[in-house]
């Protein structure tokens, strides 16, 4: 595992002990290394485990700023060779290719242009409208395992449900749903390496794609993918290579991070047993409200996005009195922003009833999250009928046998296996 070399700049004595980064045990448990960083060493040069130096950004007030910095680009310009390494957020077997051009790569102004179109096509009230068919989708899967009396319930649950629901929502016909389910599945499990599985279901998914936009080009129907297809703005319009990426980035960015807001969430609660009481009680009541603020707590607590997807410094930008050269990639830590005591009082506590609670967990600015909404709404049924419905969950494994995924930007569960009467 790297670990950050002692001595932080500008001071003489060695310091305390700096924590190793990227190992194992910091996989199960990264917030004390991230304690230690917002407070000796905030803006920090830190070599990754695929070896490539990056300044890790863990305050608070750091991390929106930088997140809302247009100096710090999506493009890699001539670094790119470096940052492409293990652990980029990128697509393996994508380099270069079309796909790559969507939203979280790309700077204005055609990242303005991108979202606009987009946002004409996935509105607040498609999301809003899709609420039944999420609730449907979500009995389905518990249905499927509820007489059996345990699940692993990232496999059963937690990752098909994201996937059907991104499916049925761009269009995708349901008889096609299980080889999307398949690829993203071979997706996940290499997640960032350049392995063999991985390139081949992208290119799957990317032919399954350009035709199936082809098709509704022909014959729109009531889908986001014929909807983003209509989408125009002052007589611009998607080009299908952009539909494609746009479809892709969707299930991208939508896909791995539903299934950890799923995993982490349901990992809390049954680690919290007061909080889960009063989550529990807000499911029966069928209190959306309270479930929807418990969700966003569980989403600062310990979120599916660990660090916001790289940055690079167009020209030199000085952050809590470091100098970001140009070119240095910068990967914003929203899991240890969100812990920040300089702006949530008590953050390592789970505190369902915390108000106002404005964490980072969808980023900040420009490339806020588009899906937030979905997203919000999956988390809020999918916990809310999870936990009504099977109200003696329990973990089935001794929690420190649970095993993490361990990747750079995403924060997940490889399985949760539980137990219920
Ligand atoms: C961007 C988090 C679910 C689509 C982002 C970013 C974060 C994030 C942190 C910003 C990354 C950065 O600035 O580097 C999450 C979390 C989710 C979630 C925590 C689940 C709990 C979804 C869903 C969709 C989606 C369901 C779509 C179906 C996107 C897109 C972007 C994005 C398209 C790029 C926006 C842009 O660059 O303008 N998400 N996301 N996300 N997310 Fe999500």
Redesign the pocket.
């Known amino acids: 595992p790297a670990s950050v070399r002692p001595s932080p700049p500008g001071s003489e004595s060695p310091g305390p002990e700096v924590p190793a980064l990227f190992g194992w045990e910091f996989a199960t448990d990264p917030y004390p290394a991230y304690a230690w960083l917002r407070q000796h060493a905030p803006v920090r040069r830190t070599e990754l485990p695929s070896g490539v130096e990056a300044w890790l950004v863990t305050r608070y007030a750091d991390a929106r700023q930088a997140?809302a910095d247009q100096r710090l680009s999506k493009n890699p310009g001539r670094h790119s060779e470096q940052a492409h390494g293990k652990g980029k957020v990128g697509i393996p077997g994508e380099r270069g290719a079309n796909l790559m051009t969507?939203?979280?790569n790309i700077d204005p102004p055609d990242?303005t242009r991108l979202?606009r179109l987009?946002s004409q096509a996935?509105t607040p009230r498609r999301v809003a409208a899709f609420e039944p068919r999420v609730r449907e989708l979500t009995d389905r899967l518990i249905d499927a395992f509820a007489e059996r009396g345990e699940s692993d319930l990232i496999h059963e649950f937690a990752f098909p449900l994201?996937i059907y629901a991104?499916c049925d929502?761009l269009g995708v016909p349901a008889q096609d749903q299980d080889d999307f389910r398949d690829w993203a599945a071979m997706m996940i499990r290499h997640g960032g390496g350049p392995r063999g599985g991985v390139g081949r279901a992208v290119k799957k998914m990317r032919g399954y794609l350009a035709e199936l936009i082809h098709r509704k080009r022909l014959e729109p129907g009531d889908d986001l993918i014929s909807d983003l297809i209509r989408a125009s703005d002052h007589g611009e319009q998607l080009s299908e290579n952009e539909a494609a990426a746009m479809a892709f980035?969707?299930?991208f960015?939508?896909f791995e991070?539903?299934v950890?807001?799923i995993g982490n969430g349901t990992l809390a609660l049954l680690r919290h047993p007061a909080q889960r009481a009063r989550f529990q009680r807000a499911a029966e009541a069928g209190d959306e409200g309270e479930l929807g603020s418990s969700v966003e707590e569980l989403?600062r607590y310990d979120?599916?996005?660990e660090m916001?997807?790289w940055?690079f410094a167009t020209e030199p930008v000085e952050l809590a009195g470091q100098r970001i050269g140009t070119g240095d990639p910068v990967l914003?830590v929203?899991a240890a922003a969100d812990r920040d005591p300089a702006k949530f009082n008590q953050p390592d506590v789970l505190d369902l009833a915390r108000r106002d609670n404005q964490h980072?967990?969808?980023?900040?600015?420009?490339?806020?999250?588009?899906?937030?909404p979905?997203?919000r709404l999956?988390?809020r049924v999918a916990l809310g009928t999870l936990f009504r419905r099977l109200p003696d969950l329990q973990l089935a494994a001794d929690t420190g046998d649970l095993r993490w995924r361990g990747g750079l930007i995403m924060r997940g569960l490889r399985s949760l296996p539980v137990t219920f009467a």
């Open positions: 997140l969507h939203l979280l990242h979202r987009v996935f994201p991104i929502m980035i969707l299930l960015a939508g991070t539903t950890n807001l989403l979120g599916p996005v916001a997807t940055r914003v929203l980072l967990g969808y980023g900040h600015g420009i490339h806020y999250c588009l899906g937030a979905l997203a999956e988390g």
